[in-house]
Each structure stands twice: as C-alpha cells, then as structure tokens.
C-alpha cells in the first residue's frame, strides 16, 4: 500500500524534554512537509523539504528542527525551545513532477503531541 | 503576508441541505487552490482549482474559483451525516505547492440527521 505513515499516534513530552515524530513515505515523492493546527485554527508550515540533506523553515520554525537524509523519511524534533508544542502534527508529501496536479499534497495520519 | 480567509467557521445544517462554504485570499503568488477534507486526522483532498470560472465536481460537492475577485466556493448538495467534517481552503503561492500551503483556519460543518 503506497502512503504516507506518521508515529506515534500519540506522543506525552515532559517539560524540557526534545521528542521526534517520524514521517516516512513510500510514494517516491521529492517534496515534505510538516504542519502543525492547534484548535479552531489552519495548517500552519514548519518546515518542508524539497530534496535530500535540504529543507527550509517555514512559517512557525522556531523551536523546532528537522533532518532529511533519506527521500522517504523526514523526522520532526521538537525541541525543549518549543514553549507551546502541545498540537496535532500533520506530515505531506507531494510531487514535483511537471503538471500542477502532480505537485498535489497528501497528508499522513497526524501525531498528537501533548505535554505533561 | 499571505492571507486565506474561510468563512463560516462553523455551520450546522439539516441533512439534505445544500451549503456553501466561502474562501477568499490574498497572496503575493498564486497558482492553484486546493480544498480539503478533514475529519479527526489527515485532511484529504478534494480539488485543486487553478483557472477562473471552471467548476470543478466530484458527486455531490463542486467548487469554483474566481481570480479576479480572489475567492472560491465549495457547494455540497444534499448533504448527508458523513459530510461533517472540517473543510480546509489552501493557497499555493509558490507555483508547485513546493514551498509549502497557506491555509485557512477551516469551516466546521455539522450535518444534523
């Protein structure tokens, strides 16, 4: 079965404590993403990777790291710097192949992250 | 700064209603809108718009986008109890969706038996 697949679907952090939440696809896809959504509210970008050993900080990077050393996984650490992480972790993936519905994002089942 | 605004935020509704749920933006780029399904977990994906006035239909649920006036609507017909869910509008402002969306906070539609 092609997809996208996150663990742990449930993650507890204590204080000061870094965590990684895994991300592995098996859709041969260039491009990751990771997103976080509090409640009430949007996606929003944390870090995404458009090749192996090369990613980019989105929009809510800080206190956050990510490393992309194969093209099927891109892990998520959240740091002790993360003040607030207690969320739901969401993980895409798409295409970058020509056409504009290729570059499509497809997400992965989420990992809820919760602090102790 | 990119701008995705949904409205309503939530909605409740008799089944076999039909809605219309409202996303207009502002992006310094833009080359496609996506529309979302989510419900509990992944969000899954619904439709991606990228030209002006075309409808696009899947069943009962169909979307069209306006460029000039910087909106979309996503209408679903009859609606039915496994319709709820939160509906997520998206902007892809980069021109391949490899920068990363910008979203909409979503709108909560309730479909009440």
Known sequence: DGGI????????????????????????????????????????????????????KGD?????????????????????????????YLCASSDLGRGVLKKTQYFGPGTRLLVL | EDKVVQSPLSLVVHEGDTVTLNCSYEVTNFRSLLWYKQEKKAPTFLFMLTSSGIEKKSGRLSSILDKKELFSILNITATQTGDSAVYLCAVDPSG?????????????????P
């Open chain 1, 5 to 56: 697949t996150q663990s742990p679907k449930y993650l507890f952090r204590k204080e000061g404590q870094n965590v990684t939440l895994s991300c592995e696809q098996n859709l041969n896809h260039d491009a990751m993403y990771w997103y976080r959504q509090d409640p009430g509210q949007g996606l929003r970008l944390i870090y995404y990777s458009q090749i192996v050993n090369d990613f980019q």
């Open chain 1, 60 to 88: 809510i990077a800080e206190g956050y790291s990510v490393s992309r050393e194969k093209k099927e996984s891109f892990p998520l650490t959240v740091t002790s710097a993360q003040k607030n992480p207690t969320a739901f």
């Open chain 2, 96 to 112: 391949g969706g490899a920068d990363g969306l910008t979203f909409g906070k979503g709108t909560h539609l309730i479909i009440q």
